[in-house]
């Protein structure tokens, strides 16, 4: 008996789909990751921005995360919110 449910895709999804369909070229699709990778990456340099503005971040607190080992760190959290 197969149990598994459809995917129900949301509006974004169905047309990014749509869009992606007419990439024709690994050139073409590299150009759409740069292009995503971009649109995050200045996401990020906003979110960073306010950060440093409100004081939320520093250089104090960017020197303790240069000291810190990521990997461990992102092991721990993920515990974390599996333990919640």
């Not at 449910?5 to 699709?29: C, G």
């Not at 092991?75 to 919110?81: A, T």
């Amino acid at each position: 008996m197969n149990t598994a449910q459809p995917t129900v895709f949301n509006d974004a999804q169905l047309y990014l789909l749509d869009l992606f369909s007419d990439i024709k070229t690994n050139e073409e699709l590299l150009d759409i990751k740069k292009l995503i990778g971009n649109y995050y990456a200045k996401k990020l340099d906003s979110a960073l921005d306010e950060m440093w503005q409100s004081g939320e971040l520093d250089q104090k607190r960017l020197n303790e995360i240069n000291e810190l080992d990521l990997h461990s760190w992102l092991k721990e959290q993920r515990k974390i919110g599996k333990a919640k």
